[in-house]
């Protein structure tokens, strides 16, 4: 890789204004990952992290402001054109095809855009999740929270994304099952994934991330290091409620 390559930005979002109808959530949000960085986004419930992806993936496009991904902006780009150029959802509630197997809902989801040096294959997944290969012929909805958000990550990864985001990925899962993906996350990280998360484990975040950013009513109002983060109490207790 050059090192203009490594120094470039992958996402920037730059001052994002975006409403549903009428009303305003998101109020000139700003944040930024670098190749192979983990960043979380963080905030209450309800001050706009989910609308901050969906402007990302095009999916509520921002009525102003810049989001830069590798290179071209994607503000008003179709969210389908922004899948292509590379970016890999885990979206809140996981919505896998109920009334498909396993193997098909990844199958269905395989492409490798970017001539990957090492494109994940579903022996890999399987790999990272043997209860996804255990599960390979269940339908969708047979089974587990656990295994539903496994096989929404698996999904995504099958996509070969630049940018990886999930939305609330260990939300409602038991313990065990939360570890696990933890686990797969920093493996992920340590293969040079770059990751956009949003969660509500501090600090787990703080223990895998490099930057984290904090919203609040639509509007970046930290961000920092996890060094950064830790040493401020106070920002957890002001800004997430800790
Ligand atoms: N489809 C929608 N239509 C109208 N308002 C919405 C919609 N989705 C979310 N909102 C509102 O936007 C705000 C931010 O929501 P959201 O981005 O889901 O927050 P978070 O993910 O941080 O919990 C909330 O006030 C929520 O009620
Ligand atoms: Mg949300």
């Known amino acids: ?42 905030g209450r419930n309800g001050m706009g992290k989910t609308t901050t992806i969906r402007s990302i993936m095009g999916l509520t ?20 054109r922004i899948a292509k150029l590379g970016i890999g959802l885990v979206p809140e509630g996981r919505q896998i095809f109920p009334n498909l197997t396993v ?55 099958m996509t070969n994304p630049k940018l990886l985001i999930l939305d609330e990925a260990t939300e409602g899962l038991a313990p065990l099952i939360r570890e696990e993906i933890w686990h797969c996350l920093s493996l992920l990280k340590s293969r040079g994934q770059s990751i956009l998360v949003v969660d509500k484990n501090v600090d787990h975040l703080a223990r895998i991330c490099d930057r984290h950013t904090i919203i609040e009513r639509g509007k970046t109002v930290w961000s920092g290091t996890s060094v950064e983060l830790m040493a401020e109490p106070d920002l957890q207790h002001k800004y997430l409620g800790i």
């Open 103 to 157: 193997r098909e809902n990844l199958v269905a989801a395989a492409a490798d855009r970017f001539d990957s040096p090492n494109p994940w294959t579903l022996a890999a997944i399987y790999v990272m999740f043997p209860r996804l290969a255990e599960r390979a012929s269940n339908m969708g909805n047979q089974l587990s929270g656990g295994e539903q958000q496994m096989l929404a990550i698996g999904r995504a990864l």
């Open 61 to 80: 496009p921002a009525r102003a402001g810049s989001i830069r991904f590798a290179g071209t902006e994607v503000r008003t780009q179709p969210s389908y």
């Open 1 to 42: 890789m050059s090192e203009k390559a490594v120094t470039d930005t992958l996402l920037d979002v730059d001052g994002i204004e975006t409403c549903y109808g009428l009303s305003q959530v998101l109020f000139g949000l700003s944040l930024s990952i670098k190749p192979g960085e983990m960043v979380s986004l963080m």
